[in-house]
């Protein structure tokens, strides 16, 4: 990977902060590829905020506002698998208040992908660019997508078409090695997975939904819901590697007790 050749020069004020826009009621075998069926299942829905010198980024947004009061109106069917529950004071936008971080002044959103829970609040950020995988936004937008009850339209149009930015494979999005992207396929074509080099603390890869849970990541489990479950093993392995080479701790996307050993905002990893 070519982040890897980085400097060893980080900002010291990098600062990964971890939410979660509420929980999805759900059953175990929806995250672990049949395992578990019939199992209640109840997962954060993660979102980041990584505090950097040279801009204010926000790693996913979580669930869209509307869920909060209309959830099958605005997600349709998608709520007979996953059933969101998450409260307006936990939206994005009231979580980052807490941190006194305005909407404007988030200057970058990487996305890992376009799924109704991880890019439902992005048209709350007017200033901000918004990175994601060529291959997602494609995905997103096409008529073929086998996963379309995932997307939700109403999310994804409301920005202005010169905030989008597509990328294709990796990103060092600062130069310094901090705040990485790396694609991830599998879960779904343009999936990207996020490096956070810490001055401190080390490194931490944030997976996405590239592995839900640790279950997924330690006996080689796609996700439930997986457009290719042999990219995204494959991806597994990739995360795997460079946990081992990077020295990082690994956080995954939806696992109950894994997030519960975390710090949670306003704590912070530095």
């Known amino acids: 990977m070519r982040f890897m050749r980085h400097t060893g020069v980080f900002m010291q004020q990098t600062q990964l902060y971890l939410f979660a826009s509420g929980v999805l009621e759900s059953q175990k075998h929806y995250f672990t590829l049949g395992r578990g069926k019939g199992e209640p299942f109840n997962v954060p829905v993660p979102f980041y905020l990584v505090r950097h010198a040279q801009g204010t980024v926000l790693l996913d947004t979580g669930n869209s506002e509307k869920i909060c009061s209309h959830p ?20 994005v936008v009231s979580q980052l208040a807490t941190l006194g971080v305005r909407p404007e002044e988030i200057t970058h959103i990487l996305l890992s992908h376009m799924h109704l829970d991880h890019a439902g609040g992005i048209h709350s950020f007017p200033s901000a660019r918004i990175l994601v995988q060529k291959k997602e936004y494609a995905w997103a937008f096409d008529a073929e997508n086998t996963q379309k009850n995932a997307y939700i339209n109403d999310d994804l149009t409301q920005n202005k078409p010169e905030q989008w930015q597509q990328i294709e494979g990796e990103l060092d999005l600062f130069g310094d090695g901090s705040v990485c992207a790396f694609p991830t396929p599998g879960h779904t074509p343009g999936h990207q997975s996020f490096l956070i080099r810490l001055p401190h603390e080390g490194a931490r890869i944030l997976t996405g939904d590239a592995c839900y849970t ?19 093993q494959k991806s597994m392995q990739n995360i795997r590697h460079l946990a081992e080479t990077s020295k990082a701790e690994i ?20």
């Open 72 to 91: 099958r109106e605005h997600w349709g069917d998608a709520v007979d698998a996953y059933y969101p529950r998450m409260k307006h004071s936990e939206y």
């Open 251 to 270: 956080i995954v996307g939806h696992d109950p007790e894994a997030w519960s050993h975390c710090k949670h905002a306003p704590d912070f990893y530095c």
């Open 214 to 232: 640790t279950e997924n990541l330690v006996d080689d489990i796609p996700p439930g819901l997986v457009w290719n479950a042999e990219a995204s």
